[in-house]
T-cell receptor
């Protein structure tokens, strides 16, 4: 079992719709959860982090964490073509190691 | 210059060559990282330096040799690489190697080993 799992996609979403990206993790003791965005040919950049169960909103982005089910998700409202990128989930596990998922490629269709 | 810089941006080398990748961070961070990114695979953490001391070496082959002369500079020395080492090599920095702080990435070096 991979430590952090993401569907590789591509996930295709019409412009203006909600994009939902999911990530599951195996270490139940994980405490910190991060979503990075990586445009093609560029390096990853942090867009959100979440530590507590529930939702955290930042503009059009909402991170959702459910520690009991060991998943974290990222919702993007009013999707724009500029949101097209690969989204990387990263989890800081109980050993303080940052473990990365392979990423989900998101395509927003105009 | 701001953020995290890496040179060169692209590198093509033969299996017998020796080359070095350079990373510099201008953010006042104490931790620096080398990652390998291959297509459709998770980021692979190679090395972590915290306050210039190496704190992680994730079973990286000895043909990769890191050097951290100070908290702002990180090198990756390459020697007798294999074609499967071709990848994007990313440098990152953060406030501390064990903190919850975000990691800031450089633009990467695209390495091709012939």
């Amino acid at each position: 079992q991979k430590e952090v799992e993401q569907n590789s996609g591509p996930l295709s979403v019409p412009e203006g719709a909600i994009a939902s990206l999911n990530c599951t993790y195996s270490d139940r003791g994980s405490q910190s959860f991060f979503w990075y965005r990586q445009y093609s040919g560029k390096s990853p950049e942090l867009i959100m982090f979440i530590y507590s169960n529930g939702d955290k909103e930042d503009g059009r982005f909402t991170a959702q964490l459910n520690k009991a089910s060991q998943y974290v998700s990222l919702l993007i409202r009013d999707s724009q073509p500029s949101d097209s990128a690969t989204y990387l989930c990263a989890v800081k596990n109980s050993n303080y190691q940052l473990i990365w998922g392979a990423g989900t490629k998101l395509i927003i269709k105009p | 210059e701001t953020g995290v810089t890496q040179t060169p941006r692209h590198l093509v080398m033969g299996m017998t060559n020796k080359k070095s990748l350079k990373c510099e961070q201008h953010l006042g961070h104490n931790a620096m990282y080398w990652y390998k990114q291959s297509a459709k695979k998770p980021l692979e953490l190679m090395f972590v330096y915290n306050f210039k001391e190496q704190t992680e070496n994730n079973s990286v082959p000895s043909r990769f040799s890191p050097e951290c002369p100070n908290s702002s500079h990180l090198f990756l020395h390459l020697h007798t690489l294999q074609p499967e080492d071709s990848a994007l090599y990313l440098c990152a920095s953060s406030h501390s190697g064990t903190s919850d702080g975000e990691q800031f990435f450089g633009p990467g070096t695209r390495l091709t080993v012939l």
